[in-house]
């Protein structure tokens, strides 16, 4: 009976001894670390731009009819055939008074609807010229961001057929009614490409519409300037606790205790980027956004902590003003509009 005692007794001095060591390898384990990545003040250039989707078309496609002048008369002959190509002013038909019709613009003749011998009227079609090498892109772009569009801005293009390429561009026109759809209201906005060589039309776009650009400015990431209600600031670097960041972008560093705030006064902004106007100079060190880290996670994890900091900092080391707007008070840890 004794010996049974003494065998449980062993029983529960192993059973209590490793539960104490998990507990404690537990605790070890789950301890946080705080983790604030910081950036350096940048100097040069950003832009403000609103995006749309659409699709190339011909900048020139209609019709060519008889005007009133050349009512009433006989065609004589018809001096060009589906699939020519034509400059402006080439002669497209002769009357039988010896005057002529001319392309009053440069394309393709896609159709033609007249023969010898037609007496025509006025407003009557006799082609179609279409100019496959001078395109536009149609832009759709939302009602909200409508008002900030204006004809000859500035467009970058990229045709999705050519992913690597960017192509240039001015905005036109912009429609005067907008096309509902689940209860949003978009705009088509024709864009005019400078040079539109080895595209068809058809082929789908994204545009960017630049609405202001700043060169020669002081920029943060979006994740570094932080709202209160006395207006913007950001996180000095602390200065303890840093460590060297290898490999991420414009992240200098990493710290672990907050540094003082400083107030700066801010301009425009984009996805990306915010201007300073005052309050820091070029290669200051401010503070991003803070993260926690457990004392468990091992170099292996190092790729998704990179990660959990770009997410946390607006979209990436050059930030996100617009993607980062969460609003804090006190001692907040994202910006706001």
Same mark, same amino acid.
């Given at each position: 009976?004794?010996?049974?005692?003494?065998?449980?007794?062993?029983?529960?001095?192993?059973?209590?001894?490793?539960?104490?060591?998990?507990?404690?390898?537990?605790?070890?384990?789950s301890?946080?670390? %705080?983790?604030?990545?910081?950036t350096?003040?940048?100097?040069?250039?950003?832009?403000?731009?609103?995006?749309?989707?659409?699709?190339?078309?011909?900048?020139?496609?209609?019709?060519?009819?008889?005007?009133?002048d050349?009512?009433?008369?006989t065609?004589?002959?018809?001096?060009?055939?589906?699939?020519?190509?034509?400059?402006?002013?080439? @002669?497209?038909?002769?009357?039988?008074?010896?005057?002529?019709?001319?392309?009053?613009?440069?394309?393709?003749? %896609?159709?033609?609807?007249?023969?010898?011998?037609?007496?025509?009227?006025?407003?009557?079609?006799?082609?179609?010229?279409?100019?496959?090498?001078?395109?536009?892109?149609?832009?759709?772009?939302?009602?909200?961001?409508?008002?900030?569009?204006?004809?000859?801005q %500035?467009v970058?293009?990229?045709?999705?057929?050519?992913?690597?390429?960017?192509?240039?561009? @001015?905005?036109?026109?912009?429609?005067?009614?907008?096309?509902?759809?689940?209860?949003?209201?978009?705009?088509?906005?024709?864009?005019?490409?400078?040079?539109?060589?080895?595209? @068809?039309?058809?082929?789908?776009?994204?545009?960017?519409?630049?609405?202001?650009?700043?060169?020669?400015?002081?920029?943060?990431?979006?994740?570094?300037?932080?709202?209160?209600?006395?207006?913007?600031?950001?996180?000095l670097?602390?200065?303890?606790?840093?460590?060297?960041?290898?490999?991420?972008?414009?992240?200098?560093?990493?710290? %672990?205790?907050?540094?003082?705030?400083?107030?700066?006064?801010?301009?425009?902004?984009?996805?990306?980027?915010?201007?300073?106007?005052?309050g820091?100079?070029?290669?200051?060190?401010?503070?991003?956004?803070?993260?926690?880290?457990?004392?468990?996670?091992?170099?292996?994890?190092?790729?998704?902590?990179?990660?959990?900091?770009?997410?946390?900092?607006?979209?990436?080391?050059?930030?996100?003003?617009?993607?980062?707007?969460?609003?804090?008070?006190?001692?907040?840890?994202?910006?706001?509009?």
């Amino acid at each position: 009976m004794k010996k049974i005692w003494i065998l449980i007794l062993v029983v529960v001095v192993v059973i209590g001894g490793g539960a104490a060591y998990w507990l404690l390898t537990r605790d070890k384990s789950s301890e946080n670390t %705080t983790m604030i990545p910081t950036t350096t003040v940048q100097k040069g250039t950003i832009s403000t731009d609103v995006s749309g989707s659409g699709s190339l078309s011909p900048a020139i496609d209609e019709d060519v009819t008889i005007g009133s002048d050349d009512a009433s008369k006989t065609i004589y002959s018809v001096d060009v055939s589906e699939n020519d190509k034509v400059s402006k002013g080439d @002669k497209l038909l002769t009357f039988t008074d010896g005057t002529t019709l001319t392309a009053p613009e440069s394309g393709t003749i %896609t159709s033609t609807s007249v023969y010898a011998g037609n007496r025509v009227n006025a407003g009557q079609k006799i082609a179609h010229i279409t100019n496959y090498n001078d395109l536009d892109t149609i832009l759709s772009i939302d009602e909200l961001d409508i008002p900030k569009i204006k004809t000859g801005q %500035t467009v970058s293009v990229v045709v999705n057929a050519y992913p690597n390429k960017t192509f240039k561009g @001015k905005v036109t026109s912009i429609a005067k009614e907008g096309t509902d759809s689940n209860g949003t209201s978009s705009f088509d906005v024709t864009v005019h490409l400078s040079k539109s060589s080895g595209l @068809k039309p058809g082929m789908t776009t994204t545009g960017n519409i630049v609405l202001e650009k700043k060169s020669n400015i002081l920029y943060l990431p979006s994740g570094a300037v932080h709202q209160s209600t006395n207006g913007y600031f950001v996180y000095l670097s602390s200065n303890t606790g840093g460590t060297e960041s290898q490999g991420m972008g414009r992240f200098s560093g990493v710290e %672990t205790k907050r540094g003082a705030q400083k107030t700066v006064t801010i301009g425009i902004h984009n996805d990306k980027y915010i201007e300073i106007k005052s309050g820091l100079e070029a290669g200051q060190t401010v503070q991003l956004n803070e993260i926690t880290r457990s004392s468990g996670t091992n170099s292996s994890n190092s790729q998704s902590q990179f990660q959990m900091m770009r997410s946390m900092n607006g979209g990436g080391f050059g930030g996100g003003y617009g993607g980062a707007r969460r609003m804090q008070n006190g001692n907040g840890g994202g910006t706001g509009q």
